[in-house]
């Protein structure tokens, strides 16, 4: 008799739903807070050359060595910190779980958050607790840390700024959540282009911080390219987990040489940033929008019927998050990632018409 998968894979893998990526072909692609632009074509010109010379019959440099040293440079990395390298930064998140899953052990987050916090604590077959936000999405400190001491999470993930809220919490309660801490704390900076703010500097005065980022909204997406900063103890356990190759050969030296262009990245996200300030008075404009402030590069916000919105908005071409039915405290809400000014125009125009359809209908 075949083996039916009910018998061999564990019952919490069974009860879970894979991450859902929608099709996007064609659509005004508004979903994933992917960067809208493309390198110039200078660098597009360079990257295609670095791909055509790159020995891609030898494994791939196992440290990264010259990609590290471009991104201590980039990151300002303080003095005597240390880099893990992860296939995305979502890889990075896994290593730390899969370090610390010790029998019982719990790791902790806020809620709403980032969707993969819980779904690798599951992988790693450890517990999960998320400490509900404030209605304003705001940090509950006192919440969070009364459960800091009644479950003593080995890891604490928090988004800085969160997703899908898009809010920077309080330095002063992710300080002392910091401080209250029995374990890890994680702070996830992947939006860090778009906040200017960050715990990196805080290193050294919190020995059980670690900072991780991503070149993913950056405008790397493709290339799957997240890292982790922090102490060389911490980092030189969890590198015994990372997989030898798991940066490819094209990621390192493509990733290295746009990075060496810092302007162009760098350009783009300010860009993005101005498009959002632009795009958060569009929607606050709009009757029947209750806008979220956010200093990343996608905006929160929330309208009566959000199901038939999203719907009307996909049937108009333009792809954003539908969030309503996600987490109680995202009802009515959807998320769209800052596009190029031309995107985010259709995109109005799109939300306009559905507006005026769900309220017709
Ligand atoms: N952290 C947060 C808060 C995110 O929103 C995302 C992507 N949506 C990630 C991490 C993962 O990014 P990546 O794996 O592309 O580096």
């Known amino acids: 008799m075949a083996i039916k998968p009910e018998s061999l894979i564990r019952p919490e893998i069974l009860d879970l739903k894979a991450y859902h990526v929608p099709p996007a072909r064609g659509m005004v692609k508004l979903d994933a807070m992917e960067n809208p632009y493309g390198l110039p074509e200078d660098l597009q010109r360079e990257v295609g050359a670095i791909a055509g010379e790159a020995a891609l019959n030898r494994y ?47 790791i902790l987050s806020v809620e709403p958050t980032f969707v993969m916090f819980r779904m690798i604590a599951t992988f790693a077959g450890t517990g999960y607790v998320g400490v509900p936000l404030r209605e304003d999405f705001s940090l509950d400190a006192e919440a969070t840390v009364a459960a800091l001491e009644a479950h003593r999470p080995a890891v604490v993930f928090l988004a800085y700024p969160n997703n899908p809220t898009g809010n920077l919490f309080d330095e002063q309660a992710m300080e002392r959540i910091i401080e209250s801490a029995p374990g890890l704390v994680v702070v996830d900076e992947a939006y860090h282009a778009f906040a200017g703010a960050s715990f990196l500097d805080r290193l050294a005065r919190f020995p059980n911080l670690l900072v991780m980022r991503t070149l993913s909204k950056l405008g790397l997406a493709g290339l799957r390219l997240g890292l982790l ?3 060389g103890e911490w980092i030189e356990q969890f590198e015994k987990l ?21 302007d162009v990245l760098a350009d783009q996200a300010a860009a993005i940033r101005r498009e959002r300030e632009a795009l958060f008075s569009t929607l606050q404009g709009i009757a029947g929008v ?66 005026a359809e769900t309220r017709a209908a």
């Open 60 to 106: 791939p440099d196992p440290g990264a060595g010259a990609l590290k040293a471009r991104l201590r440079e980039v990151l300002a990395l303080p003095r005597g910190m240390e880099v893990l390298l992860g296939n995305g930064s979502d890889e990075v998140i896994q290593i730390i779980a899969l370090a610390c899953a010790k029998p019982g052990a719990v």
């Open 290 to 355: 209750t806008t979220y402030p956010s200093r990343a590069n996608f905006i929160l916000f929330r309208v009566n019927r959000a199901d038939d919105v999203f719907r009307g908005l996909k049937s108009h071409g333009v792809l954003i998050k539908n969030l309503h039915g996600s987490h109680p405290m995202l009802a009515g809400c959807l998320r769209v990632t800052v596009g190029t000014p031309e995107e985010n125009g259709l995109f109005v125009a799109a939300l306009g018409k559905c507006l």
């Open 242 to 262: 990372r997989l030898p190759y798991n940066v490819s050969t094209l990621t390192q030296a493509v990733a290295e040489r746009v990075l060496g262009r810092g």
């Open 229 to 231: 900063a922090g102490r």
